[in-house]
């Protein structure tokens, strides 16, 4: 269903695990409190009101969110894109399918809107990620390279 500013807590909940996961594994150079803090609050009522924002429920409890957004005034680019910005499924609920519905209700929103393609970023490190995501249609379509100095 569409989040709604309730389920703000949640969502900020579920995003700082996918954070926790991120930095343990794939990226230490997020900043794990991000998420609780007045940035990340602003950032998710920010996302629930103006982006959107689905969340997945089993017997009442929220398991599961996606925040997307649309691209939609870029001039510079001849598409209409989205973004799949974050998702997050609690780990005991994957593999049933959640994120995968997930994204489907966010692919019909940016069919109705005309979106041509839908991107998304994920750790070149996470695997299962990037499996799910290919799994779901996507290609790869660009490589980021860093360098620490």
């Known amino acids: 269903?569409?989040?709604?500013?309730?389920?703000?807590?949640?969502?900020?909940?579920?995003?700082?695990?996918?954070?926790?996961?991120?930095?343990?594994?794939?990226?230490?150079?997020?900043?794990?409190?991000?998420?609780?803090?007045?940035?990340?609050?602003?950032?998710?009522?920010?996302?629930?009101?103006?982006?959107?924002?689905?969340?997945?429920?089993?017997?009442?409890?929220?398991?599961?969110?996606?925040?997307?957004?649309?691209?939609?005034?870029?001039?510079?680019?001849?598409?209409?894109?989205?973004?799949?910005?974050?998702m997050y499924v609690e780990e005991k609920y994957r593999k049933l399918g959640i994120g995968k519905l997930l994204f489907k209700h966010f692919k019909e929103e940016c069919k109705k809107k005309s979106i041509t393609e839908i991107k998304v970023t994920a750790s070149f490190k996470n695997r299962n990620a990037i499996e799910f995501y290919i799994k779901n249609g996507f290609e790869e379509s660009e490589l980021t390279l860093k360098q620490k100095i």
């Open 1 to 86: 269903r569409l989040a709604t500013l309730e389920d703000f807590k949640n969502i900020q909940k579920l995003n700082r695990k996918l954070f926790e996961l991120e930095y343990v594994n794939f990226d230490d150079t997020l900043d794990v409190k991000w998420p609780l803090s007045e940035n990340g609050s602003n950032y998710y009522k920010n996302a629930i009101s103006n982006s959107y924002s689905i969340v997945a429920e089993v017997d009442d409890n929220v398991v599961g969110y996606l925040i997307g957004s649309f691209n939609t005034e870029l001039d510079y680019n001849i598409i209409k894109q989205a973004e799949l910005d974050n």
